[in-house]
Every structure is written in structure tokens, then in C-alpha cells.
């Protein structure tokens, strides 16, 4: 198993800037070029690298900076995959929700060009030595949960056992190699599915649409697994389950219970990223399920909002999650990225600051500067 760069860490997406979300304004209206955009990006990413580093974190990300969406833009990249744009809703309270994307398999899936490749390289361009690049992309789940079989083209695939796992695993497999060869050793994959299957509303709407939310989480981990199978030697692979994260609001709820032992038993994953900042996620006891020589990164540092948490709660929670898994097998994080979506949460720059340092203070002193 590989190991985490270091006991803190953050999810990976950072509030744009303003100057940013203007050149994409910009852009749609066409009054700049995709390459003048990617200059703009180059600038804010520089800026957001030099944040982390003055922060003393050790894992760097661009932010997401060149996205809009942390998942479509990605996989709207691979062969035989169609998205659509996500809408907003008008919840009842007044907040907006961002309704779940329509994701499509119509032909074989397939990589067909580098897609994070160059990303990566000008990231690595601007890290500091001893830091490592760490690159985010959404998990190859997503292929599958959001529209179940018939989001999944029949031509293409009359049966989904075994081609269309293999098929989307060789693709994810051919991007890491991709990444390896320009001397990415981080990535974490994105996963809203299995913390959608602890909600009881996520999980009605898998039996409607024909899948059993029982058996998915054990079928995902085998798929994962596809992925793990390809993943080039030397490469840390994450996964972080997300409950969504949209303008400071959340789609799912519920303990991580009916997902914990497909999630950290079967899985061979390395570190597990899980959302804990509140009482939505329920309590630590699906943690007992966590094997030997793998991490679990504590996300109890909410980025949804801008009060700081207390450091000494903290600690105690730490120590509580402590009774159900070793000590030496946890981390802490913040909950989410800060901006998932291109519009951000409702944060401020400077809380997202003081939140990230909490981190690292409140990691130090819990286990050193190991």
C-alpha cells in the first residue's frame, strides 16, 4: 500500500478568483479564445499553488481551476460517453440545488486522448520540491449509478457483465498510465455514488431504476477494483465519497453503515477521503471496517461554511474515531473541496485560509510531523 504525503491533506478544489470567472464569462461570450482562458488559468493556478505551499501543505492541486464541473469535464473527455449540463433547482428554503447530470454510455467506452496530462504537467511545473502534485477526477461509478442500465446503450452493451466494467476500466487505466508517464504518483477519484447509497432516498431511487442498493456498493468495490488492477506501480490511488457539494448545500445523509464494508474491506484502495463534518454522516463505528495499510482521511472541517471549528473538538473526535480504527491509519481533512462546482461554496477566501491551517496545526499536534 502506498502512503499519504503527509496526516493532513485537503480534497482539491479552491474558490476561483474573481479575475477567473470573468476571462470564462468571457469566453462564453466570445470575446476571448480558449487559449487566452488557458493563460488566465495558468495565472490563478501559479497563485492557488503558492497558497498551499504558504500553507505548509504537502499534497498540491490546480484547484480544479480549469473546470467547471469536477465531474462532466472529465468524463464528457472519453470515448463513447455523452453528459449533459447540469440545471438548478429552487429548493423550498430558498437555496438552489444542482440537479444530478445526465450521464450517458452510447457507444463502447474508450480513452481516446490524454485528458488530464497537460493539466498535470503545468501543475508540476510550479510545485516546490517536496510536494507532491496530487490530480482529481471523478470515479468511473458515476458511469453507471446515475441512469443504471438504461442510461447505458444496449448496442454497445447487451449485457454490462463483464465488457462494460472491463471496457471502462482499461480507460481509466490507459489515463493513469498517461499520468504516470509524466510523473504523476497521486491521484484521487471523486465518488458521490456509494455516499448517495447511504441515503435511503439515493437508495429508492437505485430500486426504481432496477438495481438492488445492497448489492451496488459490493458490485462498485469489484469495479473499483478493475480500476486499482491498471493503476501503474509507484501510484497512490484515493477516493473520496462526496455527499454533494453545491453552493454549500448537500445531497445526501445517512451513516456510512450499508456501504463500510464493501468500501474499506473490499476495496483496494489506499486512502479513503469520508465526510464527517456534521451529523449527517452519522457516527465512526463503520470505520472497524478499515484493513491493514490503508488510510482513512477524517473530513471534519466543514468547507460549507465559514465558523471555525474548535481545535480541541476536533482532537476529541479524532480520538473517538480512533476507538474503531488504529490511530496510525487515520488523517484529517476538510470535508469537501471548496469549490466542486465553478460557482464555489458561500465562503470566504480568508475562511477557506484559516480552515486549511486548522487542519495542519490540529494534525501536527495529533500525530507530529510525520
Not at 474508450?110 to 490530480?135: C, N, W
Not at 501503474?232 to 484515493?238: I, V
Not at 488523517?331 to 491551517?357: M, W, Y
Request: proline letters at 6%.
Amino acid at each position: 500500500m502506498m502512503h499519504l504525503p503527509a496526516r493532513y491533506d485537503h480534497v482539491g478544489s479552491f474558490l476561483r478568483p474573481k479575475y477567473l470567472l470573468e476571462a470564462r464569462e468571457r469566453l462564453a461570450r466570445g470575446e476571448i479564445t480558449p487559449q487566452a482562458l488557458r493563460l488566465v488559468e495558468d495565472k490563478a493556478i501559479t497563485e492557488v499553488v503558492h497558497f498551499q505551499q504558504e500553507l505548509g501543505l504537502k499534497s498540491i492541486t490546480d484547484g480544479e481551476f480549469r473546470r467547471t464541473y469536477f465531474h462532466i469535464d472529465f468524463l464528457e473527455q472519453m470515448g463513447g460517453v455523452k453528459t449533459d449540463i447540469p440545471v438548478t433547482v429552487l429548493r423550498p428554503d430558498g437555496t438552489e440545488e444542482l440537479a444530478p447530470p445526465v450521464i450517458r454510455v452510447v457507444d463502447k467506452v474508450r480513452h481516446t486522448k490524454d485528458i488530464q496530462r497537460a493539466d498535470f504537467e503545468y501543475l508540476r511545473s510550479q510545485i516546490a520540491p517536496g510536494m507532491t502534485p496530487k490530480v482529481t477526477i471523478p470515479s468511473p461509478t458515476m458511469l453507471h449509478f446515475r441512469g443504471g442500465r438504461a442510461g447505458i446503450s444496449r448496442e454497445a452493451y447487451p449485457e454490462l457483465e463483464p465488457a462494460f466494467y472491463d471496457d471502462v476500466a482499461k480507460a481509466y487505466g490507459d489515463e493513469l498510465r498517461s499520468l504516470h508517464a509524466a510523473g504523476c504518483r497521486y491521484v484521487q477519484m471523486d465518488d458521490t455514488n456509494l455516499a448517495y447509497l447511504c441515503d435511503e432516498k439515493m437508495r429508492e431511487a437505485a430500486r426504481l431504476r432496477g438495481d438492488d442498493p445492497n448489492e451496488l456498493p459490493h458490485r462498485y468495490a469489484k469495479f473499483i477494483n478493475k480500476v486499482v488492477a491498471q493503476k501503474p506501480e509507484g501510484m497512490l490511488l484515493a477516493m473520496h465519497l462526496c455527499r454533494g457539494n453545491f453552493k454549500s448545500t448537500h445531497a445526501a445523509a445517512g451513516n456510512y453503515e450499508p456501504v463500510a464494508e464493501a468500501l474499506l474491506s473490499e476495496m483496494n484502495i489506499d486512502a479513503f477521503f469520508l465526510e464527517y463534518d456534521d451529523d449527517r454522516s452519522g457516527d465512526f463505528r463503520p470505520l472497524r471496517f478499515l484493513k491493514p495499510g490503508k488510510t482513512v482521511v477524517l473530513g471534519l472541517v466543514t468547507t460549507k461554511f465559514g465558523q471555525l471549528e474548535n481545535k480541541d473538538a476536533l482532537k476529541r473526535r479524532i480520538e473517538e474515531a480512533a476507538k474503531y480504527a488504529p490511530m496510525e491509519q487515520l488523517a484529517l481533512s476538510p470535508q469537501c473541496g471548496f469549490s466542486s462546482t465553478v460557482h464555489g461554496n458561500n465562503i470566504a477566501v480568508e475562511d477557506q485560509r484559516s480552515k486549511l491551517r486548522l487542519v495542519v496545526e490540529t494534525a501536527k499536534e495529533m500525530w507530529g510531523d510525520s
